[in-house]
């Protein structure tokens, strides 16, 4: 591999003119696509094999035209201090209100709540259910604007009026922060480089492929039912990686001119070398998050997949374009431990070259491996303390912060009309087996009636064919409690005796039901997700590393790292830790999709610095050093990059923080602080302190193994090879 790509990279660079051609016109078909393209509708949430998911489907089959895909809105009026909604003059306005809503061209209806009797029973709080002919993402401005409107003059004329549903939905903004994690990752290349050339292209690369990535999910995100938040996960990822794969490049490049080669030479062996690194990097990325497909949930499978597109991206021009950039800069880019006249250069030396930062580090380590160990292990272990309390659930109006109409909205309905009104579930009677479907209705309601933390029960609405019917059950307990989730599996359970005695079958639907499936769903996978994507990167590596042993130090030090970010995902999100510093105005249950998107995630970029950083510690072991001088020389090489790389990396995550959309700032946060333990606590302490523990034993491979496992040559045995040849076949052509 290593000869192939020493080729590439040496024809990318005499060919940049067509190289960089190919990228700009790429860029700007995916734009083009991007702007033409229709707008992206509300993607769809579905959750194959789950009862509430089957139940969707049966009400779309028995109950057809009453789509659920249209938008809602509850408008919630509450009466002044010592009014009722009851009043004439508020019964007024609540009507006027009502009929103007009614009027909206996309409005399918908007119910009176005097006739539909949805007034509290004290009569202080009343609320109007508004539903729409097309999805939240879809609907209109005016639409919304007329929504807010007829809220504003209720408003006006005394009342205390909230908005909940997903009719005021928006798509998530990500705020300033993310252009503040750019110019950190700007401020941290010039310093590693010392030359702003230098710096400036791992940034114009990184941009570029994430210009291609999300240019082509948007434009696709209306045919394939791509959400906002896809395009976000791809640009987060697709920066992170994008600039640390063009890093490894440039700084590979200057060291080999700090050798003495000539540029195009040096670009050649720049992307033979540490490309093949950037190359099986860029794979175990590509395996994690395509392997969120086994979960079997169609939005985290289309998320996976556009992400490792992205990231496929960063890794193809990581291979062509940087090398292609390094052309046209020319003697601009400097070799390794040059700086710019601007950033200091040019002076002469007054002292010899000290060993850097690195080289110290890892001597101490190597002096010391146990006492490091322990100190790392302790730590990590202390900080995934909080993992132990994990609470997990989806994301409602009640998660919102509470300076927003939808979560004010949601607290009114629950102090008007009790906690669980804002979760009700929905049982879907299927009773066209039955012999008296009416009968099994009827058996149905009593039957629930009966259990524990039911505050009330509605009664059955059959459809035309009077062979299925609806059944609305109020909880006592909020949505997201443990009672709730009792109830719905104890409606569950009473489903086996209904059948025997009417023959007819339940399903428990609704968002509350699906929240629980779906977070019992992601649990189940969790354990064949770890195994299949570990299990693959664990083979992957062996044929790397030519190891058994450093890939399993590898595996053990991710799952120490992810448990740590997991735990402080919980102490942030779930306890309120630093929730104000981090802008967290709601604490709450962790969202059910991040252990499992972090493990997924957090595994291809904890093996982003293994593989570089081992990498080089393996070339200096098969080209003669002992294992500890092996371990020292990786550290001198690489620290300095991996370093940079991850302080980039968490920049970049850290800028989404700042996101209006909870998820998106969880998964920023999650993210950073997982690449900050890995990287710093695992990767720059444990790694090498087990490696000079196991000493040789650390490259020990069975022989019919070695026998087994392809060649890749990530040290560049091949290329050292090859390159000698032409050496001497220069020398040759001289003489």
Same mark, same amino acid.
């Given at each position: 591999?290593?000869?192939?790509?020493?080729?590439?990279?040496?024809?990318?660079f005499?060919?940049?003119?067509?190289?960089?051609?190919?990228?700009?016109?790429?860029?700007?078909?995916?734009?083009?696509g991007a702007?033409?393209? $229709?707008?992206a509708?509300?993607?769809?949430?579905?959750?194959?094999?789950?009862?509430?998911?089957?139940?969707?489907?049966?009400?779309?089959?028995?109950?057809?035209?009453?789509?659920a895909?249209?938008?809602?809105?509850?408008?919630?009026f509450?009466?002044p201090?010592?009014?009722?909604?009851?009043?004439?003059?508020?019964?007024?306005?609540?009507?006027?209100?009502?009929?103007?809503?009614?009027d909206?061209?996309?409005?399918?209806?908007?119910a009176?709540?005097?006739?539909?009797k949805t007034?509290?029973?004290?009569?202080?709080?009343?609320?109007?259910?508004?539903?729409?002919?097309?999805?939240?993402?879809?609907?209109?401005?005016?639409?919304?604007?007329?929504?807010?409107?007829?809220?504003?003059?209720?408003?006006?004329?005394?009342?205390?009026?909230?908005?909940?549903?997903? /009719?005021?939905?928006?798509?998530?903004?990500?705020?300033?922060t993310?252009?503040?994690g750019?110019?950190?990752?700007?401020?941290?290349?010039?310093?590693t480089?010392?030359?702003?050339?230098?710096a400036?292209?791992?940034?114009?690369?990184?941009?570029?492929?994430?210009?291609?990535g999300?240019?082509?999910?948007?434009?696709?995100?209306?045919?394939?039912?791509?959400?906002?938040?896809?395009?976000?996960?791809?640009?987060?990822?697709g920066?992170a990686?994008?600039?640390?794969?063009?890093?490894?490049?440039?700084?590979?490049?200057?060291?080999?001119?700090?050798?003495?080669?000539?540029r195009?030479?040096?670009?050649?062996?720049?992307?033979?070398?540490a490309?093949? /690194?950037?190359?099986?990097?860029?794979?175990?990325?590509v395996?994690?998050?395509?392997?969120?497909?086994?979960?079997?949930?169609?939005?985290?499978?289309?998320?996976?997949?556009a992400?490792a597109?992205?990231? @496929?991206?960063?890794?193809?021009?990581?291979?062509?374009?940087v090398p292609?950039?390094?052309?046209?800069? !020319?003697r601009?880019?400097?070799? @390794?431990?040059?700086?710019?006249?601007?950033?200091?250069?040019?002076?002469?030396?007054?002292?010899p070259?000290k060993d850097?930062?690195?080289?110290?580090?890892?001597?101490?380590?190597?002096?010391?491996?146990?006492?490091?160990?322990?100190?790392?292990?302790?730590?990590?272990?202390?900080?995934a303390?909080?993992?132990?309390?994990?609470?997990?659930?989806?994301?409602?109006?009640?998660?919102?912060?509470?300076s927003?109409?939808q979560?004010?909205?949601?607290?009114?309905?629950?102090?008007?009309?009790g906690?669980?009104f804002?979760?009700?579930?929905?049982?879907?009677?299927?009773?066209?087996?039955?012999?008296?479907p009416?009968a099994?209705?009827t058996?149905?309601?009593?039957?629930?009636?009966?259990?524990?933390?039911?505050?009330m029960v509605a009664?059955?609405?059959?459809?035309?064919?009077?062979d299925?019917?609806t059944?609305?059950?109020?909880?006592?307990?909020?949505?997201?409690?443990?009672?709730?989730?009792?109830?719905?599996?104890?409606?569950?359970?009473?489903?086996g005796?209904?059948?025997?005695?009417?023959?007819?079958?339940?399903?428990?639907?609704?968002?509350?039901a699906m929240?629980i499936?779906?977070?019992?769903?992601?649990?189940?996978?969790l354990?064949?997700y770890?195994?299949?994507?570990?299990?693959?990167?664990?083979?992957?590596?062996?044929?790397?590393?030519?190891?058994?042993?450093?890939?399993?130090k590898?595996?053990?030090?991710?799952?120490?790292s992810?448990?740590?970010?997991?735990?402080a995902?919980?102490?942030?999100?779930?306890?309120?830790?630093?929730?104000g510093?981090?802008?967290?105005?709601?604490?709450?249950?962790?969202?059910?999709?991040?252990?499992?998107?972090?493990? !997924?995630?957090?595994?291809?970029?904890?093996?982003?610095?293994?593989?570089?950083?081992v990498?080089?510690?393996?070339?200096?072991?098969?080209?003669?050093?002992?294992?500890?001088?092996?371990?020292?020389?990786?550290?001198?090489?690489? /620290?300095?990059?991996?370093?940079?790389?991850?302080?980039?990396?968490?920049?970049?995550?850290?800028?989404?923080?700042?996101?209006?959309?909870?998820?998106?700032?969880?998964?920023?946060?999650?993210?950073?602080?997982a690449?900050?333990?890995?990287?710093f606590?695992?990767?720059m302490?444990?790694?090498?302190?087990?490696? /000079?523990?196991?000493?040789?034993?650390?490259?020990?491979?069975p022989?019919?193994?070695?026998?087994?496992l $392809?060649?890749?040559?990530v040290?560049?045995?091949g290329?050292?090879?090859?390159?000698?040849r032409?050496d001497?076949?220069?020398?040759? @052509?001289?003489?």
């Open positions: 591999m290593a000869t192939f790509l020493y080729k590439l990279g040496r024809l990318a005499r060919r940049r003119h067509f190289v960089a051609l190919i990228w700009v016109a790429l860029l700007a078909v995916a734009g083009i702007a033409t393209a $229709p707008p509708g509300n993607s769809s949430f579905s959750i194959p094999g789950t009862e509430a998911q089957k139940a969707f489907d049966l009400l779309d089959q028995r109950f057809p035209g009453q789509s895909d249209g938008a809602t809105a509850r408008v919630v509450k009466a201090d010592g009014e009722k909604m009851t009043d004439a003059d508020n019964k007024a306005t609540v009507k006027k209100t009502v009929e103007e809503l009614a909206g061209s996309e409005v399918a209806a908007a009176d709540p005097y006739e539909a007034v509290s029973e004290d009569g202080t709080i009343a609320y109007s259910s508004v539903t729409y002919d097309v999805s939240g993402m879809e609907l209109e401005e005016s639409s919304k604007t007329a929504l807010e409107d007829a809220a504003q003059e209720a408003r006006d004329a005394g009342l205390t009026v909230e908005i909940g549903g997903d /009719a005021l939905s928006a798509v998530p903004e990500t705020g300033a993310e252009v503040i750019i110019a950190v990752a700007a401020v941290v290349l010039v310093i480089f010392g030359s702003l050339v230098a400036g292209l791992p940034l114009l690369t990184a941009l570029i492929g994430v210009g291609i999300v240019s082509s999910i948007t434009a696709l995100a209306s045919a394939l039912e791509l959400g906002s938040t896809t395009s976000i996960l791809a640009m987060m990822i920066l990686v994008g600039i640390d794969y063009a890093l490894f490049i440039v700084s590979r490049y200057r060291a080999e001119l700090a050798e003495g080669r000539e195009e030479e040096a670009a050649g062996r720049a992307v033979g070398t490309g093949s /690194a950037v190359v099986f990097a860029g794979l175990t990325v395996i994690a998050l395509v392997g969120l497909a086994v979960v079997n949930i169609p939005m985290l499978t289309k998320m996976g997949i992400a597109a992205t990231v @496929a991206i960063a890794v193809l021009i990581a291979l062509t374009m292609a950039l390094l052309g046209y800069a !020319g601009r880019v400097r070799p @390794a431990g040059a700086k710019s006249k601007l950033l200091g250069g040019g002076r002469a030396e007054k002292k070259a850097n930062m690195g080289t110290r580090w890892a001597r101490f380590v190597v002096r010391r491996p146990v006492a490091v160990l322990l100190l790392g292990v302790v730590g990590l272990g202390a900080a303390i909080p993992a132990t309390s994990l609470e997990l659930g989806l994301g409602d109006d009640g998660s919102q912060p509470t927003t109409t979560r004010r909205a949601y607290d009114l309905l629950s102090e008007g009309f906690a669980g804002n979760g009700p579930l929905v049982v879907v009677t299927d009773a066209k087996n039955s012999d008296d009416d099994a209705f058996k149905v309601t009593d039957e629930i009636k009966g259990l524990d933390d039911v505050a009664p059955a609405t059959p459809n035309k064919a009077g299925t019917a059944i609305t059950v109020i909880p006592d307990s909020k949505p997201s409690s443990v009672t709730t989730e009792d109830l719905v599996h104890s409606i569950r359970d009473a489903g005796s209904i059948k025997s005695d009417t023959g007819a079958e339940i399903y428990v639907t609704g968002s509350t929240n499936d779906v977070s019992e769903k992601l649990n189940d996978a354990l064949p770890l195994v299949l994507v570990v299990g693959l990167a664990f083979l992957l590596l062996i044929v790397v590393f030519r190891s058994v042993l450093v890939p399993l590898a595996a053990l030090g991710f799952l120490l992810v448990l740590a970010a997991l735990g995902v919980v102490a942030v999100f779930q306890w309120g830790w630093l929730a510093l981090l802008g967290v105005e709601q604490t709450g249950p962790v969202m059910s999709m991040m252990p499992i998107f972090m493990v !997924g995630v957090v595994f291809g970029l904890a093996m982003d610095y293994e593989v570089f950083l990498t080089r510690m393996r070339e200096a072991y098969v080209h003669g050093e002992k294992p500890e001088e092996a371990i020292v020389t990786g550290f001198k090489h690489g /620290a300095r990059v991996v370093t940079a790389a991850a302080v980039i990396m968490m920049a970049v995550f850290a800028g989404f923080i700042g996101s209006s959309e909870s998820m998106v700032k969880m998964i920023g946060f999650g993210l950073a602080i690449v900050f333990f890995d990287a606590v695992v990767r302490a444990l790694v090498p302190a087990v490696l /000079a523990l196991l000493g040789k034993r650390a490259w020990w491979l022989k019919w193994l070695d026998r087994a $392809p060649n890749v040559d040290e560049g045995e290329l050292k090879a090859l390159t000698d032409e001497e076949e220069q020398e040759l @052509a001289r003489a």
